[in-house]
C-alpha cells in the first residue's frame, strides 16, 4: 500500500476564506457570489492570475527504424497547486498529468507504460482506433512495477485525443489524482494548413479540470454517495494543472487545444468578455470550416479546438459560465443542486470558473487570417446503415439505491458487467446508435474504437460545432442523439470495446457497457 493519497484522513474542505487568501482573487470572487456576475467587469481585473500556464512537455517519442516509441511512467509525485502547499498527487513522467504526445497519422507507435504507482491502474488511448486488446480498458490491467507496451498504427484525421486510466471501479479515483494527458495527432491536411502551431507560444494545450481541496492541501478521492450518484465535482478550477493561471499572449492569433477533462463537470466556455472565436474542430477531426461563435459546451471527455484573437486593450479570462455547471442545457436546472450542493462547490465563486486569463502583449505580432477551408469528411449516409441499436441510460434514484443496495447507473437496464458482452458487431457493419436519456441528469455518452457522426437531436441537425467526427456526445435529459458510425479494420471476438457515459462516477457505478467487433 504506496497510496498515500488515499491514506490521508483530511477533516474538511478548504473553506472559500482560505481558497481567498491563497489565491488574491477575494474581491472578485466575494462580490461574485452574491451578485450576478458582471463579465465586463471580470474582463477589467488587471493581472489576478499569478501563476504562469503550466504547459505540458511536449513528447514526440524516440524513432526507431519504422516505429516511434514513448516511454510513459504512471507514478505518484507531489505538486505545490498552493505555493508552499504539498498535495500529494499522481501524473504521468511527473507529478500531476502527462506529457503532451504528438504523432502523425501513419506512424506505427509503441508506449511503453510503466507502473508505478503500488497498486494496478490501466492508461486508455480515449479516441483512438485500435485493436480492442491495445485499448487501455478494463482488460488490460497494468499491475505495479509492470510495463504494459502496445504496439499499433494511427489511423485518425488531426484532431486532439486523450489518455487516462479505465480501470474497472477506479476510473475517477485515478483521474482524479492527476493521471491524463493530451494526444495530438497531425496529418498531411493539417499540416499545410496556416493555423498557429508554435507549440507552447500561440498552439496551447489545455486540459480543463475541477478538484476539491482539503484544508491540508489534499485532494483525496472520498466521494459522498451524493457525489456518487451526481458526480465529483469540486470548486477550484485548474489548467494544465495550474491554478489562477494566466498566459502572455504574443500573437494576435491563439489556438486552444480544450480538453474537458474533469471527472464530472460540464463547462460552457466562453470569454469575459464575450469575444467570438472561431471553433474549428471536434473531438476527432478538423471540423469542415471554422464555426464562429461566444459560447462552446464541453462535457467530460470531449475535446475541441478554438481560435482566438486577442486583440483589445485588456486582458481577458477564459471562463466557464454558471449555467454549465447546472447541466449545460438541462433546462429548469432542478438537478443544479445536486452538482453546486457540495460544500465546497463553484457556487461559492458565483458559479463562474475562471480558467485562464488572457494577457496580451503590447505588440502582437501578426497571424495569418484563419483558412476558410480546414477538411473533409466522408460523412456516412444513415440510408446506407446495417443496423440500428439504442442505448438507454438510466438513473435509479430510490431509497434503496441511496443506500449502496443494488446498483444505480444503467444502459439498457444493465450495470456493467466484466464477463458479459452486451453487443456483437459485424466487422465493417455501418451502424446507427439511438442514444436516449431517461434520468434528469445530462450524460456524455462516449464509445471505444470509432469516431462518429451525429446524425441529429431530438430530430434536428446537430449544430455547426457538433459537425465533425465525435467520440464522446452529451445527451441531456429527454433528449435522443443518433450518430453513425463504421466499425472497420479491427475484428476480435475476445476482447471487448467499451462504451459508457464520461461522468466518471457514472462509468464506475455501472453506466457502461461492452461490445465486441466480430
Ligand atoms: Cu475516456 Cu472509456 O474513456
Ligand atoms: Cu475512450
Ligand atoms: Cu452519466
Not at 498531411?188 to 498552439?203: F, Q, R, T
Not at 475562471?354 to 496580451?360: A, D, G, T, V
Request: aromatic share 8%.
Amino acid at each position: 500500500m504506496s497510496n498515500k493519497i488515499s491514506s490521508k484522513n483530511p477533516s474538511k474542505f478548504l473553506s472559500r476564506r482560505d481558497f481567498l487568501k491563497t489565491t488574491a482573487l477575494g474581491s472578485l470572487v466575494m462580490g461574485a457570489s452574491f451578485i450576478l456576475p458582471n463579465w465586463a467587469a471580470l474582463a477589467r481585473m488587471p493581472k489576478m492570475h499569478k501563476n504562469p500556464l503550466a504547459i505540458p512537455p511536449l513528447e514526440k517519442g524516440k524513432k526507431q527504424d519504422d516505429l516511434t516509441i514513448f516511454d510513459l511512467e504512471i507514478q505518484d509525485g507531489v505538486t505545490e497547486f498552493f505555493s508552499g502547499t504539498k498535495t500529494a498527487t499522481r501524473g504521468v513522467n511527473g507529478s500531476y498529468l502527462g506529457p503532451t504526445l504528438r504523432m502523425n497519422n501513419g506512424d506505427r507507435v509503441r508506449l511503453n507504460v510503466k507502473n508505478s504507482i503500488g497498486e494496478t491502474t490501466t492508461l486508455h488511448w480515449h479516441g483512438l482506433h485500435i485493436p480492442a486488446k491495445y485499448d487501455g480498458g478494463p482488460h488490460q490491467p497494468i499491475k505495479h512495477n509492470e510495463t504494459w507496451s502496445p504496439e499499433f498504427t494511427i489511423m485518425q484525421k488531426a484532431a486532439n485525443f486523450w489518455y487516462h486510466p479505465h480501470l474497472m471501479g477506479k476510473t475517477a479515483e485515478h483521474v482524479w489524482q492527476g493521471i491524463a494527458g493530451l494526444i495530438i495527432i497531425d496529418d498531411e491536411e493539417s499540416k499545410s494548413l496556416a493555423l498557429p502551431n508554435e507549440y507552447g507560444i500561440d498552439d496551447i494545450p489545455l486540459v480543463l479540470q475541477d478538484r476539491r481541496f482539503f484544508q491540508d492541501g489534499s485532494i483525496t478521492y472520498s466521494p459522498s454517495r451524493h457525489d456518487i450518484m451526481m458526480g465529483m465535482v469540486g470548486g477550484v478550477p485548474l489548467a494544465n494543472g495550474t491554478i489562477t493561471p494566466y498566459f502572455k499572449a504574443t500573437k494576435q492569433l491563439l489556438r486552444l487545444r480544450l480538453l474537458n477533462g474533469a471527472n464530472a463537470s460540464i463547462y460552457e466556455l466562453g470569454f469575459s468578455d464575450g469575444r467570438v472565436f472561431k471553433q474549428i474542430a471536434t473531438d476527432g477531426s478538423m471540423l469542415e470550416k471554422p464555426f464562429e461563435t461566444s459560447s462552446l459546451l464541453l462535457a467530460p471527455g470531449e475535446r475541441a479546438e478554438i481560435i482566438v484573437d486577442v486583440r483589445g486593450q485588456e486582458n481577458f479570462m477564459l471562463v466557464s459560465k454558471p449555467a454549465a455547471m447546472m447541466g449545460g442545457n438541462m433546462g429548469g436546472g432542478n438537478m443544479g443542486g445536486g452538482m453546486m450542493g457540495s460544500n465546497n462547490s463553484n457556487e461559492e465563486y458565483g458559479g463562474i470558473f475562471n480558467f485562464l486569463e488572457i494577457q496580451p502583449v503590447k505588440n502582437l505580432i501578426k497571424s495569418p487570417p484563419v483558412p476558410m477551408k480546414l477538411t473533409t469528411i466522408n460523412w456516412l449516409d444513415p440510408k446506407t446503415a446495417d443496423n440500428e441499436r439504442s442505448f438507454e441510460m438510466a438513473m435509479q434514484m430510490g431509497p434503496m439505491m441511496m443506500l449502496g443496495l443494488g446498483k444505480s447507473h444503467t444502459i439498457n437496464g444493465k450495470s456493467m458487467k466484466m464477463k458479459r458482452i452486451d453487443e456483437t458487431i459485424k466487422l465493417d457493419a455501418i451502424e446507427i446508435w439511438e442514444l436516449s436519456n431517461i434520468s434528469n441528469y445530462p450524460h456524455p455518452f462516449h464509445v471505444h474504437d470509432v469516431q462518429f457522426q451525429i446524425i441529429s437531436r431530438n430530430g434536428k441537425k446537430p449544430h455547426q460545432g457538433e459537425r465533425g467526427l465525435k467520440d464522446t456526445v452529451l445527451v441531456n435529459p429527454n433528449e435522443i442523439v443518433r450518430f453513425i458510425a463504421k466499425f472497420d479494420d479491427f475484428a476480435d471476438p475476445d476482447n471487448p470495446y467499451m462504451y459508457h457515459c464520461h461522468i466518471l462516477e457514472h462509468e464506475d457505478a455501472g453506466m457502461m457497457g461492452q461490445f465486441v467487433v466480430v
